[in-house]
């Protein structure tokens, strides 16, 4: 019970700050109902960028734990207090629940795509980050890279200013998903890091820059806004569960990236489908490509295999060559990380 109780503790802080993302965007849409609520969210994804770089490099150098407790407190109570007079100005909430009552229930095809649209970006951050720093090399703050890419991709979907388009991106992300699909299979550059960054990091910056922005395009009215932000965060946490928690247990090896590829081209083919016949049909074509790398890179990740087994800490697999008994018979014990330093079997 301590423990839980710790760990209740610890989350709640998140919880409180990231509850009061979509709580005072709806506070702006019921006191300037010509503007629009969602470009705040851009806002409040730049801060949490801002943070994110700032800390590893500005922060944990300068300030010891003392310090960065204490500067966290004074900033939560600033936080606080601008929360309580922004509450003050707020107009009450009659108009708001009046413009509520007038629209119609959200519909349960929008629902299944916000959801899919944030669980798909949400697996594509977590599969690509841990291709690259897993199967390609183990850099130090590699990771930095597609979490800031993946904010970046927040910040210029929702901050209205057209910097999504789908007639200009669609050639460029379905060239770019079908180099990660080559990548996928192809031996040559397995452990060639430069190679994997170039395709890789903007391939999913444009990857997430699709989904973030069909769910912008599709975003309801600000009525409508609490709901459709707490379908997004579930949508998040979905795709984190996928790739943190289901598949170490559900797979023997690192299939999710090849899986978000094609869930990813299925979604781009139906969205682009509405920008005419060769959008769609060179979506579709793609789509086949990706399935088909997705499931060859399955089978021969098995060949030769006789166990296999995945933990947080990587896939372990005994490979056996030759047949028994004879002097060219081979078992070998393979550890994904042993092939990043060697980059073979051994």
């Known amino acids: 019970y ?3 109780a710790a760990l209740f503790l610890l989350i709640l802080p998140y919880f409180l700050l990231a509850a009061n993302s979509p709580l005072l965007q709806a506070w702006f ?10 470009q705040l969210f851009a806002v409040s994804n730049l801060g949490s960028l801002v943070a994110l770089l700032g800390y590893p490099f500005l922060v944990e150098p300068n300030l010891g734990g003392a310090g960065q407790v204490t500067l966290w407190s004074w900033l ?3 936080f606080a207090v601008l929360c309580i007079a922004v509450t003050w100005r707020t107009p009450p909430k009659q ?17 299944v795509l916000w959801l899919t649209l944030s669980a798909t970006g949400s697996v594509l951050l977590l599969a690509v980050t841990n291709h690259l720093t897993q199967n390609v090399a183990s850099v130090p703050l590699l990771w930095l890279a597609p979490l800031t890419l993946y904010l970046a991709s927040f910040i210029l979907t929702f901050d209205g200013k057209g910097w999504y388009r789908p007639e200009w991106l669609w050639p460029v992300l ?3 998903i079908a180099a990660m699909g080559w990548l996928i299979v192809d031996d040559d550059f397995q452990f060639d890091l430069p190679v994997h960054l170039g395709i890789f990091l903007p391939g999913l910056f444009l990857g997430c820059l699709f989904c973030h922005g069909e769910l912008y395009r599709l975003r309801p009215p600000p009525a409508r806004l609490t ?4 379908i997004v965060a579930g949508g998040g946490a979905l795709g984190g569960v996928l790739v943190a928690v289901v598949a170490p247990v559900v797979f023997t090896g690192y299939y999710e990236l090849g899986i978000g590829l094609v869930v990813l081209v299925a979604l781009a083919s139906a969205c682009f489908g509405r920008l005419g016949a060769v959008p769609r049909y060179a979506s579709l074509a793609v789509l086949l490509g990706i399935a088909a790398s997705a499931g060859y890179d399955g089978m021969r990740y098995h060949r030769d ?4 087994s995945r933990s947080f800490y990587g896939v372990l697999r005994v490979k056996e060559y030759g047949v028994e008994g004879e002097e060219s018979h081979l078992r070998r014990l393979v550890h994904e990380f042993a092939k990043l330093l060697h980059g073979a079997d051994d």
């Open 2 to 4: 301590a423990a839980v």
């Open 174 to 176: 379905l060239v770019w």
């Open 95 to 111: 108009a708001a629940e009046d413009a509520r009552s007038a629209l119609a229930p959200l519909a349960a095809g929008d629902i």
């Open 305 to 308: 295999v006789r166990v296999a």
């Open 76 to 78: 939560f109570a600033a």
């Open 29 to 38: 849409a019921r006191a300037r109902p010509g503007e629009n609520p969602y």
């Open 227 to 230: 709901a459709f932000y707490l």
